[in-house]
């Protein structure tokens, strides 16, 4: 087993670009899964960032922006989406998503999210509501975002952010990773350990954290989202494709061994096969606040 190097923020992040760049493709083509998985979730959202026609609203972390159409069907024609992304492949998914789903009120920016402010078109006190959808948790520095989301919202703004909750609700997150790790010849990872997929699922943590970017009436939600799908070798094909944390830490292996890790995930997660099919339990938590 070999040491994981010191953990460096701009190398983490700049790899964390890399890797999505990478899975764009992949998170794309599995976007109506996605949009299954995620659908009463981002609905519950939006409710909570209080979308509403005719405002402007910033799509952090928009990916291939399955949201980002949710959130242009809501602000209508008089509102405004600004969907950013730290990859550049992913957020071109973004914008085509939305030009052939007719929106012609989302726009797309590539920008760091711990900085995305500093863009010229990112001005102070631009925007009615700020979500950030499964975004926050790989930030090296998550209290940077959210003070970067705090000076771009208006005063009395909303905000909603989901995450991944706490590890023992998210097994197949956790098996993944150890799994993964061990493959790799890693020693185990603290699951909070920043950047992280579940990183931000620490009891009270995000709550901290919006409160110091000065946040006010911050209330998190829990809320079960189930993968339901017809097998685990539906739900690995998903991981394979798009799961860039898991790509990240099996980079370094050869073929053969990153199969010999995909086996033994594959076995793992067979615990979770259903009379008539697979369900891998998720929580994610809704973390909603106000600008004052
Ligand atoms: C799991 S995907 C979620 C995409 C989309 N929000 C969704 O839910 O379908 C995570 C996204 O976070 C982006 N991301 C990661 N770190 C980022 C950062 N520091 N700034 C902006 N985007 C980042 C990745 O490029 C990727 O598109």
Redesign the pocket.
């Known amino acids: 087993m070999t040491d994981e190097p010191a953990f460096d923020p701009q190398l983490f992040?700049a790899a964390?670009?890399r890797q999505?760049q990478e899975a764009?493709q992949g998170?794309n083509d599995h976007g109506p899964m996605?949009r299954a998985w995620?659908k009463d979730a981002t609905q519950a959202m939006l409710d909570m960032a209080g979308i509403a026609p005719s405002q402007r609203v910033l799509?952090?972390?928009?990916?291939?922006?399955?949201?980002t159409l949710d959130i242009a069907a809501r602000v209508g024609p008089h509102g405004h989406v600004l969907a950013?992304?730290?990859?550049p492949a992913?957020l071109a998914f973004a914008r085509r998503n939305a030009e052939r789903a007719g929106y012609r009120n989302v726009e797309t920016l590539v920008?760091?999210?711990?900085t995305?402010d500093d863009a010229a078109s990112i001005g102070p006190q631009t925007f009615d509501a700020v979500v950030?959808?499964?975004?926050l948790m790989?930030?090296p520095d998550p209290l940077a975002?959210l003070r970067a989301f705090h000076r771009a919202l208006k005063p009395a703004g909303r905000i909603c952010t989901?995450v991944f909750g706490a590890p023992q609700n998210n097994p197949c997150i956790a098996i993944l990773v150890s799994t993964a790790l061990k493959h790799a010849g890693l020693p185990p990872r603290d699951p909070y350990q920043p950047g992280g997929l579940l990183s931000l699922g620490k009891p009270g943590l995000i709550e901290g954290l919006f409160a110091q970017a000065g946040f006010a009436e911050v209330a998190t939600t829990k809320m079960s989202a189930p993968f339901r799908l017809a097998s685990v070798a539906d739900y690995l094909g998903f991981v394979r494709a798009s799961a860039s944390p898991i790509q990240q830490i099996l980079g370094g292996l050869d073929d053969d061994a990153k199969q010999a890790a995909w086996n033994e995930i594959k076995q793992k997660l067979k615990a979770f096969d259903t009379a008539t099919g697979w369900e891998g339990p998720n929580e994610l938590l809704l973390t909603a606040a106000r600008r004052i």
């Not at 950013?84 to 990859?87: A, C, I, N, R």
């Not at 950030?132 to 975004?135: D, K, Q």
């Open positions: 992040k964390t670009g999505w764009a998170w996605i995620l799509d952090v972390a928009a990916g291939a922006g399955d949201q950013t992304d730290l990859s992913i920008g760091d999210g711990e995305l950030c959808r499964l975004g790989f930030f975002g989901m």
